[in-house]
């Protein structure tokens, strides 16, 4: 989503960097630059005069232009301030010490919120709570239909009465249900509308008043743009929701509702969609998303995405593979099943510090998830042996494993170059050195 924003800035920023001395006329073109990275990015016009404002005033004072590196210095100003803009430090959910949270889940209709329940039930079920759904959205059967069907996947309970009762006297009969069952969490699905009404408003009030819900969560579709904040704000106005779900993040929108919202109503965003399996449901960092925007990484989410495939075990009897280079075409197999469980390639990749011109290369080659696809099909043609000992893959074994998976001898071969590659970085990586992105590159 933020791929032209992070473009634009990325660049904006290396010309700062690279000058020994910075003028109060550098600031200006840079604070021009961004101010238009930010407006083509769909971000709120009075929110982008307030950003720039801000930044400039830092930049200008407390010695920044006298310092001995001021190009890192308003670098760390924008990357600070773009944090801020985005709420700061994240907000974790209000979850009760005893007894079963509730959360309420509010939206208009479209914008993903049914699935975003699912997702915040499985997401909560991962860190070990018993979570259970409140079908509440009566104006859609389907809706409905739709909760069940995606709340078993999540592995959350469903308390459902179809479409005959007041939503809000089933909410309230819900939360009799999870409390009787001892359910850590209730979440909440309200009706959604085409647009904000007072018949939502309403209800959604007097849902809240019999269900005292510790969080209300409204789920925003990122692709609306600004469309999205205006959403938030008439919510704000309306119902005291305490912060945003928000949607989409993995489509091709320009970022401007997720840059706006917190400015503009003052609400935070708790959670970000990154695709539509269950399982891609983030807490939202606002200081590591305006690392990634700026080109340098996010090591703490990709630490913990490993942690969540992988244990410590695994992962040392790896090193010491890597140290004494053992390392073989069936360990490279089992790694690239591991990352894969950690989302898709070109996400991961996006995680990593200086990955922002090797992602853009690697999307131009195709490197993707159906790429993975094709060499573990390769590798699992091979015999343990060959595996083990990529170097005895003579001519007509390549043609033999060639067959078996589907692919060409070129492909093989290209593998093997690959893997080979592989152990050098993998080695280089062992001993603490950082391997260069093009190095990197040159496995494809």
Known sequence: MFDQLSDRLQETLAGVRSRGKLTEADVDGAMREIRLALLEADVNFKVVKSFTAAVKERCLGAGVLESLNPGQQVVKIVNEELAALMGGAGRDLALASSGTTVILIAGLQGSGKTTACAKLAKHLAGDGRSVALAACDTQRPAAIEQLVRVGERAGATVYQQGTGRDPVEIAEWALGQARAAGDDVLIVDTAGRLHVDEELMDQLAAIRRRTKPHDVLLVLDAMTGQDAVNVAESFAERVDFD????????????????????????????????GEKLDQLERFHPERMASRILGMGDVLSLIEKAEEVTDRESAEALERKIRKQQFTLEDFLGQMRQVRKMGPLQNVLGLMPGMGKAMKQLRQVNMDDAELDRIEAIILSMTPAERAAPAVIDGSRRRRIARGSGTTVQAVNQLVKQFGQMRKVMSQLAEGKMPDPQQLLGMK
């Open 243 to 274: 912060g945003v779900v928000m949607t989409k993040l993995d489509g091709d929108a320009r970022g401007g509702a997720a840059l706006s919202v917190k400015a503009v109503t003052g609400k935070p965003i708790l959670y970000a969609s990154t």
